[in-house]
């Protein structure tokens, strides 16, 4: 036997880590927690009708490990999600002989199939990576002038973070992508060094440039292990979103953890040409830092 999936949700907030095989997801509601002695917690799922987890059949399908960064966050998701069974996405990597390897985590809300059905390209965009990022250079028409940002500290310019690379590994092999600088974008935060009252903190943030419409779904955050752990990552950010490249609105708000890869789906997907993050926070360094920005665009 194995595992049934819903066909529901639609992801409104945070999940993490990424896997370099490919990645299924169950999109549903937690069934069971299992925590035992050894360092891998356990978790069961509702099952349904139409769809099935690629995992060894069994109460416990999906499991993680103990003791790493962003294990007390899932447990406590998970927790959550059990007690007030919301529908929650997992994404997960297929193990026929085995409970499978939870790969990322998102709380969810409506059906996760209903949206907008925009008259732009989107159906045609190419889509890269284990996610299907759009916002890779050198497809769907992008170049280098096609990314912007509010600053940069020395050569570490916008594009840095759309080229498939972080500091120290390529995360998206994509045929002829090449990394760009030191493979991220950075600007040093602004200092009140005279301590004037009136001051206004620049905005900081990054944005990429479509030159046409299209629907954006969700959206993924990579920073290398190094800089995560200096704090240079950002902490809340604001989806910005123009259709004329003049007037900016706020789509959404995210609070980010303190982690090196996160993904979140939007609350309600947006066709727009321009897709800015603006970093309100980070976590603490003096120097704001994005490895990889990655955009989605679900059909």
């Known amino acids: 036997m194995k595992f049934k999936m819903t066909g529901l949700a639609l992801l ?12 299924e997801e169950y999109i549903g509601k937690i069934a069971n927690i299992y925590i035992g002695k050894s360092e891998s ?40 999600v059990n007690r007030t069974q919301e529908t929650v996405r997992v994404g997960y990597t297929p193990d026929s002989e085995s409970s499978c390897d939870i790969e990322y985590l998102a709380l969810v809300q409506g059906d996760g199939i209903s949206g907008v059905d925009p008259d732009d390209g989107s159906a045609s965009l190419l889509r890269t990576g284990d996610y299907g990022n759009i916002a890779l250079i050198g497809t769907n028409g992008l170049t280098e002038s096609s990314y912007s940002v509010s600053d940069f500290y020395n ?16 995360i998206n092999d994509h045929e002829g992508v090449a990394k760009i600088g030191r493979g991220f974008w950075m600007v040093k935060k ?34 290398n292990d190094q800089s995560r752990e200096l704090g ?7 989806l ?9 609105v706020d789509h959404e708000s995210y609070l ?44």
């Open 155 to 170: 050569n570490d310019a916008g594009a840095g973070a759309f080229d498939g690379f972080t500091y120290r590994e390529q």
């Open 232 to 238: 240079r990552g950002p902490e809340k950010v604001v």
């Open 41 to 80: 917690v356990k978790v069961g799922i509702v099952a349904e009708e139409d769809k099935y987890l690629e995992c060894q059949e069994g109460n416990w399908p999906l499991k993680f490990q103990l003791g790493q960064v962003y294990s007390d966050s899932w447990l406590d998701l998970l927790s959550t």
């Open 240 to 248: 910005q979103v123009s259709s004329d490249g003049e007037t900016f």
């Open 190 to 223: 602004a200092v009140n060094t005279d301590h004037d009252p009136d001051y206004v903190e620049p905005e900081y943030w990054l944005q990429v440039d479509f030159a046409g419409l299209v629907k954006i779904t969700g959206f993924r955050v990579v920073l």
């Open 12 to 23: 409104v907030s945070l999940s993490v880590t990424a896997a370099e095989t490919s990645i």
């Open 256 to 299: 980010l953890s303190q982690v090196s890869d996160q993904i979140a789906t939007l609350n309600t997907a947006v066709t727009a040409r321009i897709a800015r993050l603006k970093v309100v926070t980070n976590h603490g360094d003096s120097y704001i830092e994005i490895d990889e920005f990655e955009l989605f665009s679900d059909l």
